[in-house]
Every structure is written in C-alpha cells, then in structure tokens.
C-alpha cells in the first residue's frame, strides 16, 4: 500500500453501487458468505453464526477534477460521520 497521501479538490459524479455495507469479517475483513445460519469467511477461514456477523462500510465512488475521472474506494470506520451511524447499526 502506498503510503503517500494527497489532498485532491474533487466532485462526486456517481455512486458506483448501491450496496455500501458488507458483512465482514472481523479478523481479516474480507467479505463474508452468508447463509441462513452460518457466514464463512473464504480468505481466512474464520467461520461462526450468521447473527453474530459484523458489517463494514465499502463506498465506490466516480469523482472527477478539472482534468480527470477517478474511481475512489472507502472503506470501513472513516465513514461512521457521513452516515452518522455505524455499519453495524445502519445494517440492524
């Protein structure tokens, strides 16, 4: 991951999809396969009961400056101000 930030002035042009939260696991934060009864998490192997699953953000967004387009992900407990609610809340 590189880590070099920037401050980039940008517009939102789209929502590039409409489901932002995501069951996840809580070791590796991978996307979890649910079922009814059970989740299991296919990167880590980390399995339990699909009530007990934990929910992160996950916000795909097109944004463009006056030169280019740019496709952005967010992830995770940074986005708990926006929505005013954690994942874990907004899913309940």
Do not use: H
């Not at 880590?3 to 995501?22: D, E, G, K, P």
């Amino acid at each position: 991951m590189n880590s070099v930030r920037r401050l980039l002035a940008a517009s939102v042009i789209s929502v590039q999809n409409s489901c932002f939260i995501y069951p996840a696991c809580q070791k590796c934060f991978s996307r979890l396969i649910l079922d009814s009864r059970r989740f299991n998490c296919l990167k880590c192997g980390c399995t339990g009961e699909a009530k007990d699953a934990s929910y992160r953000y996950r916000l795909s967004l097109k944004i463009a400056d006056t030169n280019d387009l740019f496709d952005v992900t967010v992830f995770g407990s940074c986005l708990d101000p926006f929505f005013g609610v954690t994942a874990e809340n907004l899913q309940r």
